[in-house]
């Protein structure tokens, strides 16, 4: 088989594959669905259900400004293709944290920057005694959803109305490079984390790394140059990029005990030989392609740049993104931790059993 026939059957399979995760989300007419809403308040329709349009991209309407990056459907596609992939990288494990019987068992389950809800209608279908309520922005989510998941517009960084002690599981996935007060939102966890409950966070460092020496740190690389000027924007912005580097030690300084990090290589092209890896590689190009447009506007506008110096550097750096002469890969992260048994009486202690991060391995 040739290069470009490994490559097409590479893109069916990875078509086939994400077909069955973006259908989940169908906007298709629910006759059990309150279509009529008219009989909300005004305000809240056009806060919440509205959306904003600056550059040809549309943004959440509610706390306007909050996230940086778009909502409509080429980012919503690219969500769905990431959940796709992260299960690829952990063959499978929609979670690390040791937490299945508490799902059996009819767990109360938070996802955090829920997205479109595709990991929550998964786990809800899967584990029909749970019940996963998310929590988002944007109001992306379809209508007709497992009956045990609910979903919510909201700002998880404002202050929680859940009682204290709800949740067994609290998920968080790539959120956190556009989250401002870190700290506060792993003590909005612990205080309404039941004792014994778990917090997870699923990240990437997005920083293109190399093991061999198709890249160097004097190599011209533009996609790392694009992620340098992220990291400015960004930190410009209130976020920092590269947050999920110093969750290990904040879990840890917040009182979470049992602290654990696995990590595995997420390549960027089709360059790995294993043929997970590859599809795996596949989805994060294609994620990266589709979203640089969408993911550099506000960064860079926040730097002094224009959208025509915006543009002109793109080119250069979908150029390098395609090049599979480059064996790069970003760093995915899978830490969690658990809220003490006595409630997190002690949570200025540092956890006794807490690891570092695993080293990274495919």
Known sequence: MTLEEEEEALYAAAASSAESDISARSTDFDPNFDSDMSRYPASVTSSIRAHVYEGGLRYHAYRDGKYPFPNDDVEQNRD??????????????HFYAPVEDMFKNGAQVLDLGTGTGIWAMELGDKYPAAEITGIDLSPIQPNYVPENVHFFVDDFEEEWLDPENKYDYIHVRYVVHSVRDMKGLIQ?????????????????????????????????????????????????????????????????????????????????????????LRLCGLFMRTAIMDGL??????PFLALGWTQLQIEMFLVDVRKAAMNG???????????????????????????????PPSPVRP
């Open 293 to 298: 447009r969408g993911l550099s506007r506000r």
């Open 325 to 355: 002469m480059f064996h790069t890969f970003f760093t995915f992260h899978g830490i969690y931790g658990q809220k003490p048994l006595d409630g997190g009486q002690g949570s200025n202690q540092q956890s006794a059993t807490a690891t």
């Open 188 to 276: 909005k966890a612990m205080h309404h984390l039941k004792p014994g409950g778990y917090l997870e966070f699923q990240e990437l460092h997005f920083y293109p790394r190399c093991d061999d020496e198709t890249m160097t740190a004097e190599t011209p690389y533009a996609l790392r140059d694009f992620y340098h000027y992220m990291e400015d924007g960004m930190r410009a912005l209130g976020y920092e990029l590269h947050a999920v580097l110093t969750l290990t030690e904040e879990l840890q300084a917040a009182g979470f005990e049992n602290v654990r990090s696995r990590s595995h290589k997420t390549p960027i092209g089709l360059w790995p030989r294993d043929k997970r």
């Open 80 to 93: 769905d293709m990431k959940h796709t992939m992260s299960l690829m990288l952990c063959r499978g494990a």
